[in-house]
């Protein structure tokens, strides 16, 4: 009960209006509902089957057609290979490749993204068309191989690193976001005496945190994931990455135990083998995720939308 200053006289507060939605409208919820659980079932249960089969045995995975978890757990197939030379080898050449990429990726994507973002950087506009024409077209394949070959990068693992060493369209967006920056801040750097380098260094880059997280992850993503390129330009199986590895060990009618050197007379768990490598090739993006999730979507807005 409240009392009108105007009037005095007293008013009766009614109910909080509710909202009611239709029929229509629910019915509308629960098949959204319903079809996004589908499309998380689909999308959720193999990678289970998958993880579960790696942990069971191949009597096991011979017998039943489908599961999310084993009847016994057992760890042989990861201990089988991580016995074996070719898949460590694999692996921790995959991580340093990733490693070592992710940083010379990101680092050209900043420091060529930079001085773009300033509008007195002489042919500045030549450079950004230059840019935006790779995003339209590009050589192909081929031309790229012949580079690549003709650049002495044959069998070495800077052929992985070196021809996506920036991405266009990461470029454009890291752009915008240092254009997004406030010009007040570049110029009290200067007044007190910084350079063009001290002012990336001690001013830009601690501001870019969000981004450069968000586009190591993707960088980071891209060199693990990336298939084509040591398929292309690594010829040496010594230095075969772990996606070469795995798709050479789930090809059909792959000689598995032979792509993993393995000892003659040793128990080959041949498809847990299978199974276990598309997890451990899995596993680590989706580890990594969580600890740059809390910068991933704040990066990306920041770096799309220009002020």
């Known amino acids: 009960m409240t009392i009108d200053e105007t009037t005095g006289e007293k008013i009766r507060q009614g109910n909080p209006v509710r909202h009611y939605s239709s029929a229509g409208s629910r019915l509308f919820d629960i098949g959204n509902a319903v079809f996004l659980l589908a499309l998380g079932a689909i999308t959720v249960l193999p990678l289970l089957y998958v993880l ?37 080898r694999a692996l921790l050449t995959t991580i340093a490749v990733t490693a070592v990429g992710t940083v010379v990726q990101v680092a050209l994507t900043l420091t060529m993204a930079y001085p773009l973002s300033r509008n007195r950087l002489p042919g500045r506009t030549l450079v950004l068309n230059l ?68 002012v990336f260094l001690r001013i830009v880059l601690p501001l870019s945190k969000p981004i450069i997280a968000t586009f190591s992850l ?59 490598v598309v997890v451990i090739a899995t596993l680590p993006i989706l ?17 799309s939308v220009k002020e």
């Open 52 to 88: 579960a089969g790696s942990f069971a045995g191949e009597a096991e995975i011979a017998s039943r057609p489908f599961f999310l978890w084993p009847e016994k757990v057992v760890t042989d197939t990861y201990d089988f290979i991580f016995g074996t030379d070719t898949f460590v």
């Open 218 to 276: 993707f960088y980071a993503v891209g060199i693990w994931n990336d298939y084509m390129s040591p398929l292309l330009y690594i010829a040496d199986s010594d230095k075969w990455t772990l996606q070469v590895l795995v798709r050479q060990l789930t090809a059909p009618n792959a000689d598995s135990a032979n792509v993993l050197d393995t000892l003659s007379g040793t128990a080959f768990p041949e498809q847990g083998v299978k199974f276990a």
């Open 131 to 198: 840019v935006i024409f790779t995003l339209v077209f590009s050589g192909g394949m081929i031309p790229t191989y012949l580079v690549v070959r003709d650049l002495g990068l044959l069998d070495s693992y800077w052929a992985l690193i070196l021809p996506l060493a920036i991405n266009p369209f990461y470029l454009i967006i890291v752009k915008t976001f240092f254009q997004a920056l406030p010009d007040a801040l570049e110029e009290a750097a200067r007044i007190d005496g910084a350079n063009d380098l001290n």
């Open 287 to 303: 580890l990594v995720y969580p600890f740059l999730q809390k910068h991933f979507a704040k990066g990306v807005l920041i770096g």
